[in-house]
């Protein structure tokens, strides 16, 4: 049993054995190689000498793989700097865009396209209703960042948009609603259903869709059918928080979710001959932490699931 353990020691112990019984992409294979060898000396060293004493100072090289937990501390300062100029001083929101739990297989056996559109649905709505005059009638500005991951690991692909709650209308001029978010959410929601949904059903008639795995039965046309009307009769449930507090606000939590990964070292709790035990919050029960404890396995096996593909 270890308690004080990270992602790269469960990857030293378990990965090679996983490796042999399961199929893994060249990016998985990719990240794998760079958690595993990060800061070891595998990708070159800096040494220091004092010029007064001679004492003498080895630094390893990390990987700076976006999947690496050792690696996004300098990544994530550089990105805010570059963000500061971005950010004005008004009210801030934040939004997140999901989808329905079904489509998640067909989301991750076409990862490429359905990203995207997640992307597309999101930005369109947001550009869409903020112009229209009945809500705010300006041209706003957002970012959008991509989460695959649940608090478990679990695949659930969605976008936290980080909005600007003002913008200019036709005669240039700014317009805000101050702290009141300018959209309703559940024209939001239909609006977004809607644009997702008719940008899947393109790809799906232009035979532009792969089915795998646990998608493999929606390669039956009724079967599909079946899952677009269940998705049209759901509602869609957006969320939009509390105004940030300041830009300097935005800017801290634009860090904090533009370079977070599936999980980071501080979540690993314990580690034996077989189990990885993580924290992870239970948002069924008010968001409050709990232990969970998986295979080894499974473990490896959710955080790759969201290193398949690159954007």
């Not at 980080?162 to 009141?180: A, P, S």
């Not at 008639?205 to 079946?226: C, I, M, Q, V």
């Not at 009307?229 to 507090?245: G, S, V």
């Not at 580690?271 to 499974?298: C, H, P």
Request: proline share 4%.
């Amino acid at each position: 049993m270890s308690k004080d353990c990270t992602i790269q020691d469960v990857f030293h112990r378990f990965y090679s054995s996983f490796e042999s019984t399961h199929s893994i992409s060249p990016a998985q294979r990719k990240a794998a190689y760079h958690i595993m060898n990060c800061k070891t000396g595998a990708f070159g060293v800096n040494v220091s000498v004092c010029e007064d004493c001679g004492c003498m100072s080895v630094h390893y090289n990390s990987c700076r793989d976006r999947c690496c937990p050792m690696c996004q501390e300098f990544p994530k300062e550089k990105w805010v700097d570059a963000r500061r100029e971005d950010i004005l001083d008004a009210p801030y929101f934040h939004v997140v865009f999901t989808v329905p739990e079904e489509l998640n297989p067909i989301i991750y056996s076409n990862q490429k396209f359905l990203y995207a559109v997640l992307y597309h649905a999101a930005s369109d709505t947001l550009s869409e209703l903020a112009a229209d005059s009945k809500y705010l009638g300006t041209d706003i500005g957002y970012i959008g960042i991509l989460h695959t991951w649940g608090s478990t690991m679990n695949f659930h692909p969605h976008i936290h948009a980080i909005v600007l709650g003002g913008g200019l209308d036709v005669k240039n001029h700014w317009k805000d609603n101050g702290k009141d978010f300018f959209l309703p959410i559940k024209v939001i929601s239909k609006t977004f259903r809607g644009k997702y949904m008719a940008e899947l059903k393109q790809l799906w008639e232009n035979d532009r869709l792969e089915f795998h795995g646990s998608a493999a039965p929606y390669k039956n046309y009724y079967t599909f059918k079946e899952l677009l009307n269940t998705c049209y009769a759901k509602e869609w449930i957006p969320y939009c928080k509390k105004p940030f507090d300041g830009a300097e606000s935005v800017i801290r939590y634009l860090g904090k979710y533009t370079h977070r990964i599936a999980i980071s070292n501080y979540r690993i709790k314990d580690m034996t001959e077989s189990t990885v035990t993580f924290s992870a919050k239970d948002y069924k029960n008010q968001g409050l932490w709990k232990e969970i404890t998986l295979s080894s396995e499974e473990f490896i096996r959710r955080f790759l699931m969201h290193n398949q593909w690159f954007l």
